[in-house]
């Protein structure tokens, strides 16, 4: 069984900084790709950031410049680096991979609220 476990969310105040990570357990080696979505209140799902395994990060628009994706497929893990934070970027951020025969798996989230 596959688990994806998140941390690093919590409270913090307009122009911080969080860490988000991902660990990635169970029976799941190769990754065609790690990605992290979140859910805002009232809105759909969203992208945020993503690895395409041989490929480049990928970002949304609107975190562009402020966050950071990175991984360790050794350790199978994945982190969000959020700087600049803005009261828009408030949601329940997921991790999601998806593995070489095409099953994508999620974890519960984690809850990023950024307010003063």
């Known amino acids: 069984q596959v688990q994806l476990v998140e941390s690093g969310g919590g409270l913090v105040q307009p122009g911080g900084s969080l860490r988000l990570s991902c660990a990635v357990s169970?029976?799941?080696?190769?990754?065609?790709?790690m990605n992290w979505y979140r859910q805002a209140p009232g809105k759909e799902r969203e992208l945020v950031a993503g690895?395409?395994?041989?490929?480049?990060?990928r970002y949304a628009d609107s975190v562009k410049g402020r966050f950071t994706i990175s991984r360790d497929i050794a350790l199978k893990t994945v982190s969000l680096q959020m700087n600049s934070l803005k009261a828009e970027d408030t949601a329940v951020y997921y991790c999601?991979?998806?593995?070489?025969?095409?099953?994508?798996?999620w974890g519960k989230g984690t809850l990023v609220t950024v307010s003063s």
């Open positions: 999601n991979v998806l593995s070489n025969r095409g099953m994508n798996y």
């Open positions: 169970g029976s799941i080696f190769s990754f065609s790709a």
């Open positions: 690895i395409p395994t041989g490929g480049f990060p």
